[in-house]
């Protein structure tokens, strides 16, 4: 039952920086657009993922509920040492919420609505940064258990390159998936080309960020390079991710929709393996040398109450996040289309 739990932690991660990762997109591309591809960005964004942001975050509790449950030592130790880019991440959350409702459904059209546009995307450049921040932080063995002071214990632990690229590359490769999802979401030539040009810029962005990481990586001692490169899962991984993106690249170009959001999956998944599997079932890796293993839990009885409940959970939470998913987009697809026409 542990490893069904690991399981349904592991995807509850993938499922948000896959829906929830374009949801941030989104406020990422109009962060970066300027005149009609701004207003092309806010209206799609509007109708194709405004109904369901809310729902996205359900994973995000998922994941936080496992470890809190499941793991309260590592859930312990990354809120004590992590707790600054945590609550920065959990404030952007809260802004980018409240903006976006405030400047869609506001009954009142005023200038509130420019000020609160830029909270959320703002925000929506923000919490992905420091999502992909703590990542980086929990394996960059940058968290010292010994710290004596404020700064050492609660700023260099997570103010450092490698995990400030982390962040960045999160933040490029949200922005890239809004871009391809939203591709299919558009009929005019003219707002595909926006998109397209969008997703360029995303992915030359991705590039520059992963070279950028490995380098820090280099700098600051990460073994990132043998931990991908000198284990057969790692490598295949690797592969599958350049190989996904490739024939992502080839798919957009035949304007094949449901293709382009397969291998976006894909690519996505096969990168969150690259950088989770070569050091499984470690989390958290400390300055000293020790780290906080998911094999390690307080109580299996938790566990596996944990495990039966996550099952149970899922029958009733998946089959109806699917129908709001496929019940929203038939609606608002109908609205948008005739809106780019």
């Known amino acids: 039952m542990l490893f069904v739990v690991i399981l349904f932690l592991w995807l509850s991660l993938l499922i948000y920086l896959l829906m929830a990762g374009a949801d941030f997109g989104a406020g990422i591309l109009e962060l970066f657009s300027r005149g009609k591809s701004k207003s092309l960005v806010r209206e799609t964004s509007y109708h194709i993922m405004g109904p369901i942001w809310e729902a996205n975050h359900m994973w995000l509790i998922i994941a936080v509920v496992v470890l809190f449950v499941g793991f309260p030592k590592v859930y312990t130790t990354v809120s004590v040492y992590l707790h600054i880019p945590l609550v920065i991440m959990l404030f952007g959350i809260i802004a980018r919420g409240t903006s976006f409702s405030f400047r869609n459904y506001d009954a009142v059209k005023d200038q509130w609505q420019k000020f609160h546009s830029k909270i959320f995307v703002y925000s929506s450049f923000i919490t992905p940064l420091f999502l992909g921040i703590i990542a980086g932080s929990a394996v960059s063995k940058n968290i010292d258990l010994g710290a004596t002071s404020f700064t050492s214990a609660y700023i260099n632990s997570w103010l450092n390159w490698f995990s400030i690229f982390t962040g960045l590359f999160t933040v490029s490769l949200c922005g890239f998936l809004a871009s391809v999802y939203l591709i299919g979401e558009v009929r005019e030539q003219g707002a595909k080309q926006i998109y397209l040009g969008k997703a ?10 992963v070279i950028a990481i490995f380098i820090a990586a280099s700098l600051e001692k ?7 490169f000198r284990n057969i899962i790692g490598l295949t991984a690797v592969a599958c991710s350049i190989i996904s993106l490739l024939l992502l690249w080839a798919m957009i170009f035949k304007d094949k929709v449901i293709m382009i959001r397969f291998f976006a999956g894909l690519m996505v998944t096969s990168l969150l393996v690259a950088v989770t599997y070569p050091h499984f079932p470690n989390i958290v890796l400390f300055k000293n040398g020790e780290s906080l293993s998911l094999l390690e839990v307080g109580s299996a009885k938790t566990i596996r109450m944990l495990g039966v409940a996550l099952l149970l959970g899922t029958l009733f939470i998946l089959p109806a996040f699917i129908y709001l998913i496929y019940r929203f987009g038939k609606k608002d697809k109908g609205a948008l289309v005739e809106k780019t026409r």
């Not at 995303?202 to 520059?208: A, C, D, F, G, T």
């Open 222 to 228: 990460i073994p990132l390079g043998s931990w991908i």
């Open 200 to 209: 360029r810029l995303m992915n030359l962005s991705m590039i520059v960020c």
